[in-house]
């Protein structure tokens, strides 16, 4: 989708080179951690994403992700 994923040092990032936007993903976005071994990610032929950190391993299709723009009522 034209995308680049990272890990960060506060979970996961990513960058959109056409809008030169970043978006970045937490614990708090159901990340297992925020913190991620340096070369330890992978994208396999089906296109599955696998970040490795110090809680584990996170797998996810990027296409599947669904960001909630939603502004919660005060």
Do not use: H, Q
């Amino acid at each position: 989708m034209g995308n680049l994923w990272a890990s960060i040092n506060k979970g996961r990032s990513k960058f959109n080179p056409a809008k030169k936007t970043f978006e970045n993903f937490t614990k708090e976005d159901g990340l297992n951690t925020n913190e991620f071994n340096i070369g330890a990610s992978i994208k396999t032929n089906s296109g599955e994403f696998f970040f490795v950190g110090n809680n584990g391993m996170n797998a996810f299709y990027p296409d599947s992700i669904k960001v909630n723009t939603s502004i919660p009522a005060v």
